[in-house]
Antibody, heavy 120, light 110 residues
Framework: QVQLQESGPGLVKPSQTLSLTCTVSGGSIYSATYYWSWIRQPAGKGLEWIGRFHTSGTTNYNPSLKSRVTISVDTSKNQFSLNLSSVTAADTAVYYC????????????WGQGTMVTVSS | QSALTQPASVSGSPGQSITISCTGTSSDVGNYKFVSWYQQHPGNAPKLMIYDVSDRPSGVSNRFSGSKSGNTASLTISGLQAEDEADYYCSSYTSISTWVFGGGTKVTVL
């Protein structure tokens, strides 16, 4: 049973970089079948796709965040990470990591989410 | 990329059927069979209910069904139950190799 778990600071100062890690357990992040995404949700609002990574090296980002986002993977730790630079209060949200099956288009496994607040 | 358009709220009585629409463009919903739907209860992570427009993951009730016509996808919940009260989001693959979500629909069971 694959599980995802987000971790990282719950508070980030404005203009700094938000860094989160998603640890994959019960399966390998290196499977060619799956894509690994970050998705966020401001309080009381909808979901926003941030970007995705595939172990082939392919990355895709939301155009509205592309200039500030980097998603990378640490296969030795079975983890993938999100870096979001120059954050503002608008980046305050619950951040989820999620898996997408390359053969079935849907985010089938999600982490529990981690709340990140941007404030001085 | 713009968010897909969903109604803010839909309601129904127990046992009834409701349908949630999700309208996009020819650059997303209209051009791909890659539409999915998610159920989210308060405080929980979203749960995949429908993938590839109309397929159900194992374990999801057959009361949930999906369809698509042109640029609009739909999620139908039949035999509405109290446990179906939640927020629902649609998502689509896009022509620039990204994904976009709808704004979400709050389903209320009267």
């Amino acid at each position: 049973q694959v599980q995802l778990q987000e971790s990282g600071p719950g508070l980030v100062k404005p203009s700094q970089t938000l860094s989160l890690t998603c640890t994959v357990s019960g399966g390998s992040i290196y499977s060619a079948t799956y894509y690994w995404s970050w998705i966020r949700q401001p309080a009381g609002k909808g979901l926003e796709w941030i970007g995705r990574f595939h172990t082939s090296g392919t990355t895709n980002y939301n155009p509205s965040l592309k200039s500030r986002v980097t998603i990378s993977v640490d296969t030795s730790k079975n983890q993938f990470s999100l870096n979001l630079s120059s954050v503002t209060a608008a980046d305050t949200a619950v951040y989820y990591c999620a898996r997408r099956d390359g053969y079935k288009d849907g985010f089938d496994i999600w982490g529990q989410g981690t709340m990140v607040t941007v404030s001085s | 990329q713009s968010a897909l358009t969903q109604p803010a709220s839909v309601s129904g009585s127990p046992g009834q059927s409701i349908t949630i629409s999700c309208t996009g463009t020819s650059s997303d919903v209209g051009n791909y069979k890659f539409v999915s739907w998610y159920q989210q209860h308060p405080g929980n992570a979203p749960k995949l209910m429908i993938y590839d427009v109309s397929d159900r993951p194992s374990g999801v009730s057959n009361r949930f069904s999906g369809s698509k016509s042109g640029n609009t996808a739909s999620l139908t919940i039949s035999g509405l139950q109290a446990e179906d009260e939640a927020d629902y989001y649609c998502s689509s693959y896009t022509s620039i190799s990204t994904w976009v979500f709808g704004g979400g629909t709050k389903v209320t069971v009267l």
